[in-house]
């Protein structure tokens, strides 16, 4: 069995620096570009790539959220923003969008694929079919129980993320349209 990983939100560079002051594996962060939490300051490009190469530095892991559903004008940004990442060198993308995933195998493989909370996946039968689609991460729906949590781990050879922290979703979480 693989070790806990504690992974942190990063924000903004000052939650980056907090979550590795107290100890964080690994962070998330989004860009200033595709990624659900655009209310947020985000990084830049050039703080993108200097928190990169300070975590790596420290053999701590940064992954992306590439979190949104894209529209199919947006497909040439799209590209060329997964060809940039893919450039540098993120541990992983959490993605929520299958023509993002198809995009990422098809062109930049080297790219892991986490599928996002969003997906809610609630299953190990749903864990399974993103397996076989290239994902190497499931983050659960945040509404599992421990014990459900459980059952679903004997069920798939999928890497598990959870939630331990945070917002829950009024309804479904990943379909949740006030956040």
Known sequence: MKPIELLAPAGSPEALDAAIAEGA???????????????TSNFAYSQFEAALKVLHRQNRRLYVTVNTVFEQREADRMYQFLKYLSLLGPDGLIVQDFGVAKMVRENFPSLKLHSSTQMNVASARGANILSKQGFSRVVLARELDLEEIRRLH???TMELEVFVHGALCVSASGLCLFS
């Open 25 to 39: 594996d690994a962070v998330y962060l989004g860009l200033k570009n595709f990624n659900a939490r655009m209310r």
């Open 154 to 156: 004997e069920q798939t």
